[in-house]
C-alpha cells in the first residue's frame, strides 16, 4: 500500500521542535505516513520538495523578513497551483512580540488555501480571523511529552545552592516579553520559596532588563531568585522538572492560546500557575490541575499572579500540589498522542 507523504513546515526532523518530532512519530508509527521535513528537504534541494502528498504548516504566519515572507508566499502560491492539501495549525492569537504587516497576507492566504485549520483549545474558536471558515477548523488537543525527554540524575538543587526542604517555583522555557518575567520577579514571595528561571533570552535587550530589574530587589528577594539565562540541555530537562515543587508561567494574552511548558509539566505531574489562557482552561475544565487566574490589566496582572502564588504555596504545605500533580499527569494520559491518534490520523486522510 503507498503511503501518505506527509511534509512538515518547518521540520519534523529535528528533536528541538518536539510537538512536530511527537507527531511525526505517531504518524509513522501507524505505518501508513511518511513524514520529512520542509526545509531538510529544501537544505537538501531534494526533487521531492513540492511533491508530498500533504502540507502541514506550523508558525508559517511569522515571518521575520520581507525575504521570508516572499518565500512563504512562493510555497503557497506554488501548492495551491499543484492542487496539494494544506493543513495548518494556529499556535498563537497573534505572533509573540508582534510581527511585520506582511504576515496578514500569510494568514489571510491559509484561510483560505488550508483544507484543515486545526486548533488545540476550545477557547481558540473564538479567534476574530476564523470567523467564516468555522466549516475547515478541527480541534485536536496538543500531546504529551512523556519519550521526549530522557532522565537526568542532575541534582539541580544542589547545583544552584536551593535548600532541599524549601518549595522550588521554576520557570523553564524561551525568555521572551510576553511572559513577563519582570513581574514574576517584583511580585514573588521570596519568604516562602525559591524562584529558579531557566531559559534562553530574546531579544537581547531584554536580558539586560531582567538583569537589571533583579539586581534592584532587595537583597532578601534577591537571595532567593535565581536566574540562569541559556539554554536547558535535553539531557538535563528532566531534572528541572523533578526538582521543581510546580512551575509558573505568567503569559499576556494577547499573543498566547497555548502553552507547551504547561503541557510538559502535566506529563511530569507537576501543577502550574498561569493565567487563564484558552488552553489552561480546557485543561481545567477536564482536571482542575492548575493554579490559574484572570486579569485586565497589567496592576491586576501582579495582584493576582500574587494571589495565585501564595495559593500554590499554600498546597506545597496542605498536600494540595500533590494532588493537583496526579491529577496533571491523569490528564496527559487522556489527552496523549495516542489517546487522540485516530484524530492526527483524520487530519492527513
Known amino acids: 500500500m503507498r503511503k501518505t507523504k506527509v511534509c512538515f513546515y518547518p521540520t519534523c526532523e529535528n528533536a528541538s521542535n518536539h510537538f512536530l518530532a511527537n507527531l511525526a512519530r505517531l504518524l509513522c508509527t501507524e505505518g501508513s505516513f511518511e513524514c520529512r521535513g520542509f526545509l531538510d528537504m529544501a537544505k537538501a534541494k531534494s526533487a521531492e520538495l513540492f511533491k508530498q502528498d500533504v502540507y502541514h504548516f506550523n508558525w508559517f504566519d511569522q515571518s521575520i523578513s520581507f525575504f521570508s515572507f516572499w518565500y512563504r508566499l512562493y ?5 495551491r497551483l499543484a492542487g496539494k492539501k494544506i493543513v495548518w495549525t494556529v499556535h498563537n492569537a497573534i505572533p509573540h512580540g508582534g510581527a511585520p504587516w506582511y504576515n496578514g497576507i ?4 491559509l484561510l483560505r488555501y488550508a483544507s484543515v485549520i486545526h486548533i488545540m483549545s476550545e477557547g481558540s474558536r473564538g479567534l476574530q480571523f476564523l470567523k467564516g471558515f468555522e466549516s475547515k477548523v478541527r480541534l485536536i488537543p496538543h500531546g504529551d511529552y512523556f519519550d521526549s525527554y530522557p532522565e537526568s540524575a542532575l541534582d539541580v538543587r544542589q547545583k544552584f545552592g536551593i535548600d532541599p526542604d524549601s518549595p522550588l517555583v521554576l520557570f523553564l522555557g524561551a525568555i521572551r516579553p510576553y511572559k513577563n518575567l519582570e513581574l514574576l520577579v517584583q511580585n514573588f514571595p521570596a519568604h516562602r520559596a525559591t524562584l529558579l528561571i531557566c531559559g534562553g533570552v530574546r531579544p537581547a535587550g531584554y536580558l539586560e532588563e531582567l538583569q537589571k530589574g533583579i539586581a534592584k530587589l532587595d537583597p532578601a528577594v534577591k537571595d ?12 538535563e530537562l528532566s531534572a528541572y522538572l523533578r526538582a521543581a515543587s510546580f512551575l509558573v508561567a505568567p503569559y499576556s494574552y494577547d499573543s498566547a492560546l497555548n502553552s507547551g511548558t504547561v503541557l510538559l509539566a502535566c506529563s511530569y505531574g507537576k501543577t502550574v500557575v498561569c493565567p487563564d489562557i484558552a488552553g489552561a482552561q480546557d485543561i481545567q475544565k477536564q482536571a482542575d490541575c492548575l493554579y490559574t487566574y484572570h486579569y485586565a490589566t497589567a496592576e491586576e496582572h501582579a495582584v493576582e499572579l500574587a494571589k495565585a502564588l501564595q495559593k500554590a ?7 494540595e500540589i500533590l494532588a493537583k500533580g496526579e491529577r496533571a499527569l491523569g490528564y496527559m ?4 498522542w495516542q489517546a487522540h491518534s485516530l484524530e492526527w490520523y483524520g487530519l492527513y486522510r
Open 75 to 79: 510555497i503557497l502560491l506554488r501548492l
Open 106 to 109: 500569510l494568514r489571510f492566504l
Open 224 to 235: 532567593k531568585v535565581i536566574f540562569a539565562p541559556g539554554f536547558v540541555p535535553d539531557n
Open 313 to 319: 504555596l499554600d498546597g506545597c504545605e496542605s498536600g
Open 333 to 336: 494520559r487522556q489527552n496523549s
